[in-house]
């Protein structure tokens, strides 16, 4: 789909939502949670719509500027006007479809997008909660994007700052579903720990979002 960024927003110093628009986006209702692909400098990589409007065809995703990599240098400079492909949506982290009385959301920065569109997607009875790490500079992005989650500062090991909030963390009564979802090992760790506490299995729903680039996670 050819799509143009219609407008850019600094969220917080490296968490960036860019919106883009197209004919192809008229009428296109994203599943939440549901992911997309997009050709930037010459590489296919893997965004999250975070939420979108069907009637006016935009879509807004929410970019980590973590360092360097063809992704992250793309969303570093893209201004309006500037064109990109896209290709998806395809089906990811799934959503809930049955009623909850809780729902639980942990990641990290490159997961703003999918606890948007999956926590915005449960109705306003059920309690959400949750956590994403990520480092001091960007804690205010949480509150800023209308997220009901806990900023945890990241400590020297990644993950390690979401362990320790879930080890604190009573949880809810009556059934509930949770998503685990960014950095590779955290959330490898992060799901043992749940079923340490009884979670079953089918309440747990895990995607990793991205690790080294010899074993890019599609
Ligand atoms: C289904 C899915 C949906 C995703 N949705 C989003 C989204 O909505 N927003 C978002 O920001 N990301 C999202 N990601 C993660 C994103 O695709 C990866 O971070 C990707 O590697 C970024 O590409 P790049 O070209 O910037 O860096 P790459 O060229 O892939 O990597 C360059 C270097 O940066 C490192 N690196 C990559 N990501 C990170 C990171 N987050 N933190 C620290 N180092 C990193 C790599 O290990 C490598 O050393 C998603 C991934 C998947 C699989």
């Given at each position: 789909m050819n799509t143009e960024v219609i407008d850019v927003e600094d969220?917080?110093?490296r968490i960036k939502r860019i919106r883009l628009a197209g004919q192809?986006?008229?009428?296109l209702d994203f599943e939440p949670g549901s992911k997309v692909k997009l050709r930037l400098n010459g590489s296919m990589r893997s965004y999250t719509p975070a939420t979108w409007d069907p009637a006016a065809g935009w879509v807004d995703l929410l970019f980590f500027?973590?360092?360097?990599?063809p992704g992250n240098d793309w969303a570093e400079v893209a201004t309006k006007g500037t064109d990109v492909q896209v290709f998806g949506p395809k089906s990811s982290l799934p959503p809930c479809h049955r009623p909850v009385s809780w729902a639980m959301f942990v990641g990290d920065e490159t997961t703003l997008g999918p606890a948007l569109a999956l926590l915005n997607a449960?109705?306003?009875?059920c309690t959400k909660l949750g956590a994403i790490e990520l480092d001091r500079v960007d804690t205010t992005c949480v509150a800023r994007l209308g997220l009901p989650l806990t900023p945890v500062i990241r400590t020297s090991e990644r993950g390690e700052a979401l362990l320790e909030w879930l080890d604190d963390l009573q949880l809810p009564d009556g059934d509930g579903v949770v998503w685990i979802s960014g950095h590779h090992g955290s959330v490898g760790r992060l799901e043992q720990a749940l079923a340490a506490r009884g979670?079953?299995?089918?309440?747990v729903h895990t995607k990793s979002y991205w690790n080294r680039p010899k074993d890019r996670l599609r």
């Open positions: 969220v917080s110093p192809a986006l008229v009428g500027l973590h360092g360097s990599g449960l109705p306003p009875e979670l079953p299995a089918s309440s």
